[in-house]
């Protein structure tokens, strides 16, 4: 089952993209179809003595996951939905959660705030908590439903506006953090000099606003200035940006937007003559780019500031990770989208089970169990504090570049670090 990577289709190639995605939904929810109220209602002591609520039976855990399967962010999470999956496949084999079975309930929004309104509705009665939404706009429609409802969620979405909620975990670095990084990287290896223009492109909304804050906050302190091209989720053809910024003179590009819009813009820069170093943050780059026409100018000049490694790492838990997924979807990419939405999961059964240490599996308490991590580990990046609600969990990046040769398109650059300037920033905002 292969849910295309999003680019322009005729309406046959749309049917087929949308059966595939049903297909994928389908299989995840087996077993969990018959979904059940009486696994919802107010907390009850179960026969075990736990203490239980929405989403929580003598026998099973519900989870949600509010993905896009044929919008922007189609490839990403298919990975992310199929790597949950292996988790909870590995947790139940190994006797489950607080001796239940884990079930992820999936529903694709297909990137539309509406729809996931719609599928948040759907399922929130019956999951106790969500390891995966995906898209800044999403979450923010939804986060007085999740707050009220203390439905510990884990974005796939980075924006600093979504920090502050107890409910809401955002994991590793926000969207403006990692422009500082990319500031950083430029100015520091000597791509970027005093006195220069760096071009960036952004979607508009939550994503686009926070990472515009962190270039423009990260481009005074350098010396520099930034030339802002706002776009649309739906816009592929980056031709006219690239000429607004060559006309700019910019010497180096970020782009906060999706995986086309990356291919579009490296791939018209390069045909244009404007050969300046592009950054990204992870949620703009896929592998299967590197099968696109883009690829060359991809390879040389794009760089990813993320705030997870490589899938190509030689971190044991990393290694670990691809070998299974390997195993359980033979022939399928390995791509940030599969570590991002694993190490999601496992950072979620960590949680379900300090709850369940403490007697309750209701959804305050796995909130409660949640943020009293200070330092959650598991082995597939950085570790990351939870305690402080308003702040990022890590301020920690990565510097990665596409490589066709690379497990997952992507090798490494620089280790992770925390990039100058980025605490006197969190500072200054308070």
């Known amino acids: 089952m292969n849910v295309t990577h999003p680019r322009p289709r005729t309406t046959r190639s749309a049917a087929r993209t949308a059966a595939l995605a049903a297909a994928l939904a389908a299989v995840l929810l087996a077993g969990t179809a018959c979904s059940s109220k009486a696994d919802g209602g107010s907390p009850d002591d179960a026969a075990d003595g736990v203490k239980t609520g929405p989403g929580v039976s003598e026998k099973t855990v519900r989870l949600g996951a509010l993905t896009d399967l044929t919008g922007p962010y189609a490839t990403l999470g298919k990975s992310i939905v199929q790597a949950q999956q292996m988790w909870a496949d590995e947790t139940n084999a190994a006797g489950g959660i607080c001796g239940r079975q884990v079930e992820i309930v999936v529903k694709d929004h297909g990137y539309d705030v509406q729809k996931a309104v719609t599928a948040y509705a759907d399922i929130a009665p019956d999951v106790v908590a969500l390891p995966q939404v995906i898209g800044s706009p999403v979450v923010a429609a939804l986060l007085d439903d999740i707050e009220r409802d203390h439905m510990l969620t884990f974005p796939q979405a980075w924006a600093a506006s979504l920090l502050g909620r107890d409910s809401v975990q955002v994991l590793g670095t926000t969207y403006d953090l990692d422009m500082i990084a990319a500031v950083d990287f430029l100015t520091r290896t000597g791509k970027l000099a005093e006195g220069d223009t760096i071009g960036h492109v952004y979607f508009e909304g939550d994503y686009g606003a926070n990472a515009l804050e962190g270039s423009e906050w990260a481009a005074e302190q350098a010396g520099t200035k930034v030339a802002g091209q706002k776009i649309k989720a739906t816009d592929t053809d980056l031709t006219a940006q690239v000429s607004a910024l060559s006309k700019a003179g910019v010497k180096a590009i970020l782009i906060s937007a999706g995986p086309a819009q990356t291919a579009s813009l490296a791939g018209v820069a390069a045909a244009r003559g404007l050969k300046v170093p592009i950054v990204t943050s992870a949620p703009g780059y896929a592998p299967q780019l590197l099968k696109t026409p883009a690829a060359a100018a991809l390879e040389a000049m794009v760089h990813v500031v993320s705030a997870a490694p490589a899938v190509s790492s030689g971190l044991p838990g ?74 990022p969990a890590s301020r920690s990046t990565y510097v990665l570049k596409p490589d066709a040769k690379a497990l997952g398109g992507l090798v490494g650059v620089e280790e992770a670090h925390r990039a100058a300037g980025v605490d006197a920033y969190l500072a200054a905002r308070g």
């Open 318 to 391: 990393v290694k670990k990770m691809v070998a299974s997924y390997r195993k359980a979807y033979p022939g399928e990419p390995v791509d940030s989208g599969v570590l991002s939405g694993y190490n999601a999961a496992r950072l979620m059964g960590t949680d379900l089970r300090k709850a369940c240490e403490g007697g309750s599996l209701t959804r305050q308490d796995v909130v409660r169990a949640h943020r009293s991590q200070k330092n959650a580990d598991t082995g597939l990046g950085t570790p990351q504090n939870f305690t402080y609600v308003t702040a």
